[in-house]
């Protein structure tokens, strides 16, 4: 079974500042199916970028997501931030008819 | 508009039953694979069942297999989760959620409250 490891567990930075979020797959993954949610407290989890690189729907190109086709490390930028980036994002990945989740980096913006 | 919302959660004993609903808006049910996954503070997010578009091809999480049933009600367009003989490991937020492209899930409802104590 895929374990995804997500670094750092918390990160705190400044409005108009770059986050760079790691998630790290226990074994090599297929980048094709490396998903990435926003959380924000109270709310249900939001799809933000699938295929490691492609944005959902209406997404702002503030988030892009990058990794190789086959390998372990994927990372989710988020430049310009704001203040409403503020959530905890979580990467996710689909394989053998299953569905794993890393355990989230907690955003907060100062 | 396009939407799930769940219903069903509450509070049960351990040992008892509970059956979740996902009710779809917006689009058809049967077009999409359907899963539901959990979320409480000690296990974080987990997925827990899935059903593709052929009601016959269902997927859980080893910890709940033999105990959970999904399944799809086509009438209502609403989607199901019966959970049987219900453990306190089972206590989370439940969701419904639709497959989109590549594994991702694209939609998600509000999510429901499940809390098995004694």
């Known amino acids: 079974e895929i374990v995804l490891a997500q670094s750092p567990g918390t990160l705190s930075l400044s409005p108009g500042e770059r986050a760079t979020l790691s998630c790290r797959a226990s074994q090599r993954i297929d980048s094709s199916y490396l998903s990435w949610y926003q959380q924000k407290p109270g709310q249900a989890p939001r799809l933000l970028i699938y295929?490691?690189?492609?944005?959902a729907t209406a997404l702002s190109d503030r988030f892009s997501g990058s990794g190789p086709g086959s390998g372990t490390d994927f990372t989710l930028t988020i430049s310009r931030l704001q203040p409403e980036d503020s959530a905890v994002y979580f990467c996710q990945h689909y394989g053998d008819s299953l569905y794993t989740f890393g355990q989230g980096t907690n955003l907060e913006i100062k | 508009e396009v939407q799930l919302v769940e219903s069903g959660g509450g509070l049960v004993r351990p040992g008892e039953s509970l059956r979740l609903s996902c009710a779809a808006s917006?689009?058809?049910?049967?077009?999409?694979?359907m899963t539901w996954v959990r979320q409480s503070p000690g296990r974080g997010l987990e997925w827990v069942a899935t059903?593709?578009?052929?009601?016959?091809?269902?997927h859980y999480v080893a910890s709940v297999e033999g105990r959970f049933t999904i399944s799809r009600d086509n009438a209502q367009n609403s989607l199901s989760l019966q959970m049987n003989s219900l453990r306190g490991e089972d206590t989370a937020v439940y969701y419904c959620?639709?497959?989109?492209?590549?594994?991702?899930?694209?939609?998600w409802g509000q999510g429901t409250l499940v809390t098995v104590s004694a």
């Open positions: 059903i593709e578009r052929r009601e016959s091809d269902k």
């Open positions: 295929s490691a690189s492609s944005r």
């Open positions: 959620a639709r497959g989109g492209s590549w594994g991702s899930l694209d939609l």
């Open positions: 917006g689009f058809t049910l049967t077009t999409s694979w």
